[in-house]
């Protein structure tokens, strides 16, 4: 079912892509203006994350009416826009997913799964980190995404004694290794929908890429945590974690399906590293060993395995929920009112098409169903099941309004011309926008919290410079939703989720700061990756079908 509500032809705003004394550079600075005070009020003046996305939001209103000339009313309403994308589906996942697990602590199965780390895990926090961040964070973000895995997992290993900023920490970064493939392979969907390519060859060009970072990060964060002493002692166990999860990533994508991708990749990596640590034991060190209570809570006593059966259920559910497209029954795409056809998108030479997918059954709701379940088979009563859908709008409250207001700044963003402006102005570095190109995906992502939002945004654009500079468009296009990857850890999005199962609530200032150098130096180095690709190493760039 389609709503049309499209302005009679004519009536259209023109974005400007110029429009500071006709320099591209001037209009680059300027566009990037809502975007720096951001970025300055997270990770300068430690803002939480609400105040930084509202100012931000402000100073895009102020620019893009003033500066680009986009009519007031057209202005709040692309913001409208993106406010209701953020609702539905993002923060409707989010919601049922934090619901999941509050109904998971209040039967007691999170404190199950906790004892389940404690009895079947080394007694070294460094391999904890290692099994709940990277392997099952990985298996959350492909199921669900959207900063969940982050809320989620950290709350785990705070449970297992980590500070709640270091859990955050670690947790953001592993989260860097399967984004691309999140939700079951949306992101890559989008990809090849933007870009008229197919998703296949766009999913294997992914897959040779961020398989290089998921064998890197388990070194990479173990370091950061402990030390080189730890990654000497430990090199065996990175070894085989990211091994696995690497070489599943890259055979996955490029062989089976690259919807698959994540759920194959997270499992194999948790079932080998858990079955390989139950052979293989480091040598004992107290500083890291992890932190035991003497009171279990209610229902630890329970069989240890009886706590994965929330993250079961919910793997499940979501597989046969896509498998069946469950998510299409009742299925609206509204084309929204006033905002449809009512900017003209001088890049492309056409009209922007304002759409707004409503999935009444898709996957927030299949989450929901999975939560339902899990009450009714831990026996949690009525009352005990609201009491958990209270504290999850809790805990999740600023982190809606946070979600909105920074999607509805991407969206004003987008439809005012701004991002175009931003878009040309890294195509604009020649020879070297295959080091760059990481950049623009990172950009996307930290605006809009999702690679899919990402690759909508800014897919077809990597696609049309790379035509203009005479580069590979698959290549291009991949690396916008590679480059959005290392963007998560740093987006308003991703972080106001994050500490909304913590005590670092209005403090999402301080864990921008501490990702935020990370978050650069892994887009660099994927920069490098793909200057490489580009230049010397184009066999590992798939060829589309039938070239």
């Known amino acids: 079912m389609t709503l049309s509500t499209a302005l009679p032809a004519g009536i259209l705003f023109a974005q400007p892509l110029t429009p500071v004394a006709g320099s591209l550079l001037l209009s680059f600075l300027v566009a990037a203006i809502p975007i720096a005070v951001a970025l300055i009020l997270l990770g300068v003046l430690r803002r939480p994350a609400w105040q930084a996305s509202l100012a931000g939001l402000i100073v895009g209103l102020l620019v893009a009416v003033a500066v680009w000339g986009m009519p007031v009313g057209l202005a709040l309403n692309a913001v409208a826009a993106g406010m209701a994308l953020a609702l539905a589906p993002v923060m409707w996942i989010v919601f049922n997913a934090l619901l999941l697990y509050n109904v998971a602590v209040q039967s007691g199965r999170f404190e199950q799964f906790r004892q389940w ?112 002493k730890s990654i000497a002692k430990l090199w065996p166990a990175l070894l085989v974690s990211g091994g696995s999860f690497a070489l599943t990533q890259f055979a996955t994508s490029n062989f089976i399906s690259y919807q698959l991708t994540d759920v194959l990749a997270s499992l194999v990596s948790l079932l080998v590293t858990v079955a390989f640590l139950k052979t293989w034991k480091p040598e004992p060190d107290p500083a890291f060993a992890v932190m035991r209570t003497q009171a279990p809570a209610r229902g630890a006593a329970r069989v240890g395995y009886g706590g994965w059966m929330p993250w079961v259920v919910v793997s499940v559910v979501v597989i046969v929920w896509v498998n069946l497209k469950l998510f299409l029954i009742g299925d609206t795409q509204v084309l929204w009112p006033g905002l449809n056809q009512a900017v003209f998108i001088t890049l492309y030479h056409k009209p922007y098409v304002a759409l707004w997918d409503f999935q009444p059954m898709g996957t927030g709701t299949a989450i929901l169903l999975s939560a339902i379940i899990a009450a009714a088979w831990t026996r949690t009563g009525a009352g005990a099941f609201f009491g958990c859908v209270k504290r999850t709008w809790v805990q999740t409250r600023i982190a809606i309004a946070t979600v909105m207001m920074i999607v509805g700044l991407a969206f004003l963003l987008n439809y005012s011309g701004m991002s175009y402006t931003l878009g040309m102005g890294v195509a604009s570095t020649g020879a070297l926008f295959p080091l760059v190109s990481a950049f623009l995906g990172w950009i996307a992502v930290f605006l809009s919290g999702s690679d899919t939002s990402g690759n ?80 010397w190493l184009s066999w590992m760039i798939p060829a589309l079908p039938g070239k």
Not at 122 to 130: G, K
Not at 487 to 492: H, L, Q, T, W
Not at 495 to 523: C, D
């Open 117 to 228: 780390m404690l009895d079947h895990l080394p007694d070294d926090r460094r391999l904890v980190l290692l099994v709940v961040a990277f392997s099952f964070g990985c298996l959350l973000e492909g199921i669900a995404g959207f900063g969940t895995p982050v809320a989620i997992t950290s709350a785990l290993l705070i449970g297992l004694g980590f500070p709640a900023l270091e859990a955050l920490t670690y947790t953001l970064i592993f989260n860097t290794a399967p984004v691309a493939f999140g939700a079951l392979g949306v992101p890559i969907t989008v990809l090849g929908a933007v870009t008229s390519m197919h998703p296949d060859t766009l999913g294997a060009m992914v897959g040779r890429q961020l398989p290089f970072f998921a064998f890197l990060l388990p070194f990479y964060v173990v370091g950061l945590y402990g030390g080189l």
């Open 456 to 535: 909508a945004l800014f897919g077809n654009l990597q696609v049309v410079a790379a035509h203009q500079l005479n580069l590979n468009p698959v290549l291009m296009a991949a690396t916008n939703s590679s480059g959005g990857v290392m963007g998560k850890m740093i987006s308003p999005q991703n972080i106001a989720t994050g500490v909304s199962t913590t005590a670092l609530k209005g403090h999402e200032g301080a864990v921008f700061a501490r990702t935020f150098w990370h978050s650069v130096l892994l887009t660099l180095l994927l920069g490098l990756l793909v200057f490489a690709q580009q230049h």
